[in-house]
C-alpha cells in the first residue's frame, strides 16, 4: 500500500503564495515522475507541473514563471510553490506519483487532494 498525503492548501488573496507539499509513503521501492494536478469545478483535471526522477520539470503554460515544482528525494516529498496566484487557480490540486513497490509492481497513485482558493 502506498499513501500520498497533502498539505498546504488554503484561502488567499490574488497575488498571494501558496506551498503544497504531498508527501509519499509505505511499500516503496522508488518513486518516478511525480506531478500536481488541479480540477476547478465544472472542469476537467488538469496537469500544472510535473518533474521526474532525475528532475526535468515542466509545466501548464497557465501557471509557467508564477509556479514551481521541486522534490525532495531523501523525504519522498514533492512541492509547489505558487507564487502570484490569480482567482483562476482556485481548484482541488491533487498530487501524482508513479511508484515503483517492494513486490515490484509499478503504478500510479493519487492523494486526496487539497483546496486552493484565491480570492479577488
Known amino acids: 500500500q502506498v499513501q500520498l498525503v497533502e498539505s498546504g492548501g488554503g484561502l488567499v488573496q490574488a497575488g498571494g503564495s501558496l506551498r503544497l507539499s504531498c508527501a509519499v509513503s509505505g511499500s516503496i521501492l522508488s518513486i518516478m515522475d511525480m506531478g500536481w494536478y488541479r480540477q476547478a469545478p465544472g472542469k476537467q483535471r488538469e496537469l500544472v507541473a510535473g518533474?521526474?526522477?532525475?528532475?526535468?520539470?515542466n509545466y501548464a503554460d497557465s501557471v509557467k514563471g508564477r509556479f514551481t515544482i521541486s522534490r525532495d528525494t531523501t523525504k519522498n516529498t514533492v512541492y509547489l510553490q505558487m507564487n502570484s496566484l490569480k482567482p483562476e487557480d482556485t481548484a482541488v490540486y491533487y498530487c501524482?506519483?508513479?511508484?515503483?513497490?517492494?513486490?515490484?509492481?509499478?503504478?500510479?497513485?493519487w492523494g486526496q487532494g487539497t483546496q486552493v482558493t484565491v480570492s479577488s
Open positions: 518533474i521526474t526522477r532525475g528532475g526535468s520539470t
Open positions: 501524482n506519483a508513479e511508484v515503483v513497490s517492494t513486490s515490484r509492481a509499478r503504478f500510479g497513485s
